[in-house]
């Protein structure tokens, strides 16, 4: 970082937090903002870009580039238990793109439209002389009242995610060096896991309609477990604990852990997981698990809101020292 | 271009379009999206993308790319006769980056959305090894059946533009080349305002309602006034026919017609008016040409749908031949 240069964060804060000054725009601290829509709908919306070189590797496969910068902001949508309902997206294609490198990208937003059920709405192709990049822009619709913002969340509400933390940032590390595997004593499977979450993310639309319905607050976890519950326990003015030993972790996680300490600060600060991480009431609690069982998304207590500030993530009855705390692509 | 790889038109075409499933896409073939709202409205949604050394110069001040960046996409949601209702921005930044520089384009952002009541909404900071970009994506409201299409037009029905044509494509070659001041024999007054014009295009938001009103088939000029009209004509299943000596220029690009033969073909055909152009119905034109006249945007009645297809545009009784007809940014 250069001398005098804000963060990613502060440089919202200071620079367009001050623009946004629709009440839906939630102060640029949310996943998504809401435009209000009549017959007690709202519009919610939200966009993402990736980089290559930056975001994914630029001999990553077409498909799954395209797959990945739609499920982002797909991502988003769920997390504001919104249904989707459509999407924009702008390609800029750098002077050597190939017809086979475009229908490869076709072809991967193609078979997402499929699984998730939207369409594309419009968008725009540019050229640039600098690497390729994708930005989408995503729709969705929710009811009026019930999209869980972060900043909802109160002392003594328990928190949960979805599926397992930590696949993909361990995956990225493999992506960049293929000895981990050797170190983390991984299963081929295992190593396919990892480089897969990292590749192709699963926004949890599944879940839309139950994030809408029992999350007092909601985001996706995309710059890291640590530092992303700290982000929601800072908008709710509460501190956050979190059990390590409660968090999720896919079998390929738990055996890198098992041979590398520093694989588990890497994977509950890591970025890319796009599981979400939810505030639930804790007389909530039970019907939330039951109907989360029900669309066959993982669900997983992993510690609660409390009193105070920041974030704690404590293994054997110690907190963890996590450095940085959080991932960011910035 | 690379042999076997299609234009931006041909691009979209054969690539997205088959993704554009939902009904409100009109098959890409629009500047906007509609997405159904209830309680008779429809959202109009848009998105569109700059690039530093493609479509503005590296060193343009950061106030004017920021406000060119939006403006091509009010621009839209003024060609779709609707308010606008807020905006997302995303910013890749390379890596030498300024305060001063991020300074100057919040400014812009914040002047525009004063002058035009928009609010941001949300967006994405990023890195980039590359140029600078911009992406914005803005969203209007516009009463269900009110939005007109491109494809709305009709044999018989009158073609307008509002304001000036030519400007900014002179400004742009001006830019280049500074030596056509001189050639074009233009007073200091003049030739800032093409290269301003050039700089800084004016969304007709004014005109939205009026738009929504009378138009049958609408769209913003951006890609040269022949090339556009084909565009709405073609999508309107018919011809059009302009008649050059009523096209609206500036005194500045009359005086360049006046010494330079080239700068007419440059100002039919060159890019970046964002001026709309609108198909009115014979019986309706008194009664827009007096509306229109409220808002103190000049609409000038240039010419006609017609039978058939292709674009004239005609000079002393005779078609002009214009070479390629349209600009493309792509």
């Known amino acids: 970082m250069t001398v005098g240069r804000p963060d990613e964060a502060g440089l919202i804060a200071r620079f367009f937090r001050p623009l946004a ?33 930056i975001h994914f590797f630029p001999d990553d496969p ?24 459509g999407y924009l997206v702008t390609l800029a294609l750098p002077q050597d793109w190939t017809t086979d490198w475009l229908e490869g990208f076709v072809d991967g937003l193609a078979a997402d439209q499929e699984e998730f059920g939207v369409s594309l709405l419009g968008g725009d192709t540019v050229r640039t002389p600098g690497p390729l990049w994708v930005s989408v822009t995503a729709l969705g619709h929710a009811q009026e ?31 960049r060096d293929e000895r981990l595997a050797l170190r983390w004593d991984l299963r081929r499977a295992e190593k396919e896991l990892l480089l897969d979450r990292y590749l192709l993310p699963e926004p ?24 992303d519950a700290g982000k929601l326990a800072a908008a709710s003015r509460c501190g956050a604990v979190i059990d390590a030993a ?5 079998r390929a ?13 890497a994977a509950l600060t890591g970025g890319d997981d796009y599981e979400l991480l939810l505030a639930i009431d804790p007389g909530d609690a039970p019907a939330f698990e039951f109907e989360a069982a029900a669309t066959g998304i993982a669900v997983t207590d992993i510690g609660a809101l409390v009193e105070g500030g920041g974030i704690e993530i404590d293994r054997q009855g110690r907190p963890l020292d996590l450095g940085r705390g959080s991932f ?3």
């Open 204 to 227: 949890r639309l599944g879940l839309s309609r139950i994030v809408a319905a029992y999350a007092t607050a909601a985001m996706d976890v995309s710059d890291g477990l640590a530092g």
């Open 21 to 53: 000054t629709a009440p839906g725009a939630a102060l640029l601290l949310d996943d998504a903002a809401t435009v209000p829509a009549d017959g007690g709908r709202e519009l919610v919306v939200t966009t993402d870009a990736i980089v290559a070189g």
């Open 246 to 250: 409660r968090v999720p972790v896919s």
């Open 145 to 175: 009242g019930h999209v869980p913002r972060r900043s909802g969340g109160a002392p003594g509400q328990r928190l949960y995610v979805t599926g397992t933390i930590g696949d993909a940032a361990l995956g990225l590390r493999l992506r």
């Open 328 to 330: 960011t692509h910035f």
């Open 62 to 85: 077409p498909d799954a580039i395209a797959r990945k910068a739609l499920r982002v902001n797909l991502s988003d949508i769920a997390a504001k238990g919104a249904a989707p309902a």
């Open 253 to 265: 996680v738990a055996r890198a852990v098992e041979h590398d300490e520093a694989a588990l600060a």
